[in-house]
């Protein structure tokens, strides 16, 4: 029976966290402190700051949005004595000053409910808060309430003794998170200045992670946050080394008009010492054909970095660029060469040729889509519905085209480069289901992808359309996403059970049988 009302106290305390946490986006422009100071050791840490942000109202679009049933709500109530979507109840139950940092601490040991729980309260009301956690958990948990720097911090766990020793690491100050050394390397690889909240954590080894940091951060319509993570995963190894490059160095062209572009920068090397240099021989014939010698002399033709990118949409066709960066251009044009000549032996297509900047080009009509290759500038180019005068004329670069959009130039050390225009992407989107609910509320957006000593590393931004707050504009995609799923094009198909079967519906019995099992 103990157990039973224990772990109904556990998830009566995360519900008072957690909706806190969320509606704690938009603080000033400094970096926590609050993290850096709590003691190391334990499993997840989480820093939010509650300044700067319309916690109330975000809270009642959360109670529009009726994403929480309302037994669950009034229940909650009953049992705390406030409404958990009244942004004034938890400043009044917690004695809260509304502003400063709120952070949270969790020690999971080995059991599915968190041994410890630390909340951090940025209040000096100890006594108010002292007395009110006491009868909301009257002995059924370890309880240690006590004032640190300007916090009140609250520990409660299952053993008292857990609790103490919480208490006895936080008061004694000699191992601080930020002595740490994972630690201080992971905030110097995902720290952003102005972060509005920050979570660090160390998983089980089985979760494939054994420790990360994400910070984020609002500003407006503008949305960003870096992540830092150690993967365990054995097929992360195999893929790290490709992505551990500090990218080429080329600059490649993006078109003029471009909609979305993404770039993957390598390393080469071990791509070249992954294939291996024993080929079969059909393999080292292929090559001898192209005009190389071994897999090397092939391999070395190309730099590493290939960038692809979107103008339009036709009939389902879409048309943009590929650019390949290349260390040998000369090599190149003698393969686009040898590659049209097998072409044109083979009677696949009709090929016109002609020379641009100086080289060898090609260009051929597909049904009324203008597609061209060519080089230009240490790269090889293919063009579909545009041209590679145009390309050359009105083309730009990724940093370049981020600006455009309204976005940071982005790092051109990752791996792994995204950037776009979500409302321009919205408008090709038809034939996805429902994608258009979520691009149309993006005006830009961009990520990036890379390892760096052995961590992979993550970031984005995303800038909604429109001057709402970030936080807000999740939330009308959430509300749109679900709308849509009732009414839109997300709509499932509904089923009547009672269908005359001998009415031909175009499903075929077997469709019926795998529509069942799933």
């Not at 984020?216 to 097929?235: E, F, H, K, L, W």
């Not at 641009?356 to 049904?367: I, K, M, T, Y």
């Not at 990724?398 to 791996?415: H, M, T």
């Amino acid at each position: 029976m103990r157990t039973r009302f224990v772990s109904t106290r556990w998830f009566a305390v995360v519900s008072l966290v957690v909706p806190m946490l969320v509606c704690s986006c938009g603080g000033p422009e400094e970096e926590p402190t609050l993290l850096d100071v709590m003691p190391e050791g334990y499993d997840v840490y989480v820093v939010a700051d509650l300044s700067g942000m319309d916690a109330g109202a975000l809270m009642q679009r959360v109670r529009s949005m009726n994403l929480v049933p309302e037994s669950d709500l009034e229940s909650f109530e009953d049992y705390v004595g406030f409404d958990p979507l009244d942004w004034e109840g938890w400043l009044d139950f917690f004695s809260l000053d509304g502003a400063g940092e709120l952070g949270l601490v969790l020690e999971m040991g080995h059991s599915e409910e968190p041994e410890v729980i630390a909340l951090y309260l940025p209040t000096q009301a100890l006594r108010e808060v002292e007395e009110n956690m006491e009868q909301l958990l009257p002995g059924e948990l370890g309880l240690e309430v006590f004032q640190s720097g300007g916090h009140v911090v609250l520990a409660m766990g299952e053993r008292d003794d857990d609790v103490e020793d919480f208490r006895d690491d936080v008061e004694s100050a000699s191992r601080p998170l930020s002595e740490e050394p994972g630690y201080a390397r992971f905030r110097g690889l995902a720290g952003m200045a102005g972060a509005d909240l920050m979570i660090y954590g160390m998983p089980p080894a089985s979760e494939g992670v054994s420790a990360f940091l994400l910070s984020a951060g609002c500003d407006g319509p503008a949305i960003s946050y870096r992540m830092a993570a150690d993967v365990t995963d054995p097929d992360f190894a195999e893929v790290a080394p490709f992505l551990e490059s500090p990218g080429s160095g080329g600059r490649l062209l993006v078109p003029g008009g471009t909609i979305a572009v993404a770039r993957l920068c390598v390393d080469m090397e071990p791509i070249a010492a992954s294939v291996g240099s024993e080929l079969p021989p059909e393999a080292l014939m292929g090559l001898a054909m192209m005009g190389f010698e071994s897999l090397e002399d092939f391999v070395g033709l190309f730099r590493g970095d290939v960038c692809v990118s979107l103008t339009g949409m036709r009939d389902g066709v879409p048309s943009g660029c590929l650019a390949i960066g290349l260390n040998d251009e000369a090599a190149a044009e003698q393969l686009l060469e040898t590659l049209s000549g097998l072409a044109s032996g083979a009677g696949a297509v009709e090929l016109e040729r002609f020379e641009f900047g100086g080289r060898f080009a090609l260009a051929v009509d597909a049904d009324g889509l203008q597609i061209q290759a060519g080089l230009h500038d240490g790269a090889l180019y293919l063009t579909v519905g545009g041209t590679l005068e145009d390309l050359e004329s009105d083309g730009t670069d990724l940093p370049s085209l981020a600006r455009d959009f309204g976005l940071d130039a982005v790092d051109d050390g990752s791996a792994f480069i995204l950037v776009g225009s979500g409302e321009r992407l919205a408008g090709l989107t038809q034939d996805l289901e429902g994608a258009d609910v979520i691009l149309g509320r993006i005006g830009a957006f961009e990520a990036s992808l890379g390892v760096s000593e052995g961590t992979l590393t993550h970031e984005a931004t995303i800038v909604f359309s429109g001057d709402e707050d970030a936080w807000m504009s999740v939330f009308d995609i959430l509300e749109d996403v679900m709308l849509a799923r009732m009414t839109g094009p997300w709509q499932e198909p509904v089923v009547d059970s009672d269908q005359d079967p001998s009415v031909d519906t175009g499903q075929k019995p077997e469709d019926e049988t795998a529509a069942e099992k799933v």
